[in-house]
């Protein structure tokens, strides 16, 4: 079973730019989850999207935004792009809170590396 | 915040058991102990989860207190692919993970 993927692996950008993030979660998962780990600190949480729907959202400014398609795979988008966006972010998919068995376990995939210069 | 507190960092011999100890005194009934590791820069990885009971997977046994003020995770013969940050969780199904600095284990040869 392929799990959950991100591209692209790397992304290099200039101040001012906005960034596009794509994730496509585990077959059958519905739920996806944006964290942010910049270098040296924990994750924190962004975004959390469950069939279609914006269901929480973290500490981050309106810059940060994302949306989540049918196939309920994702993006983050990143716009006006600032040096200390510079950061591993990670997506996490999960069957959601209307799945069953009722277990919402998180699943990560292995991250975008964004750089802002 | 986390409602986790664990030790910065721990040492273990390869092929010798890893404990890691949690404290999360303040649990509540209906919240779940969950247990992620995350190798250098990659994606956390799910290890183990458990609300009340012992638990035990392919991967580690999780063994949680009576009180559930506290749990330990058990690696029962560490190699050195587990060196990583174990990160300790509690959290309501449906809320969402707060990750803290976690525990970075090294095992050593």
């Known amino acids: 079973e392929a799990g959950v993927t991100q591209s692209p692996t790397h992304l290099i950008k200039t101040r001012g730019q906005q960034a596009t993030l794509r994730c496509s979660p585990i077959?059958?998962?519905?739920?996806v989850y944006w964290y942010q780990q910049a270098l040296g600190l924990g994750l924190q949480f962004l975004l959390w999207?469950?069939?279609?729907?914006?269901?929480n959202r973290g500490n981050f400014p309106p810059r940060f935004s994302g949306r989540q398609f049918p196939n309920y795979s994702s993006e983050l988008n990143v716009n006006a792009l600032e040096l200390e966006d510079s950061a591993l972010y990670l997506c996490a998919s999960s069957l959601g809170i209307t799945g069953y068995p009722r277990t919402d376990t998180q699943y990560f995939g292995p991250g975008t590396r964004l750089t802002v210069l | 915040d986390a409602k986790t507190t664990q030790p910065t960092s721990m040492d273990c011999a390869e092929g010798r058991a890893a404990n890691l100890p949690c404290n999360h005194s303040t649990i509540s009934g209906n919240e779940y102990v969950y247990w992620y590791r995350q190798i250098h820069s990659q994606g956390p990885q799910y290890i183990i989860h458990?609300?009340?009971n012992n638990e035990t997977n392919e991967m580690a046994s999780l063994i949680i207190t009576e009180d559930r003020k506290s749990s330990t995770l058990i690696l029962p013969h560490a190699t050195l692919r587990d060196t990583a940050v174990y990160y300790c969780i509690v959290r309501v199904y449906g809320q969402n993970f707060v990750f803290g600095p976690g525990t970075r284990l090294s095992v050593l040869p």
């Open positions: 999207y469950d069939e279609g729907e914006e269901r």
């Open positions: 077959s059958g998962h519905t739920s």
């Open positions: 458990g609300l009340k």
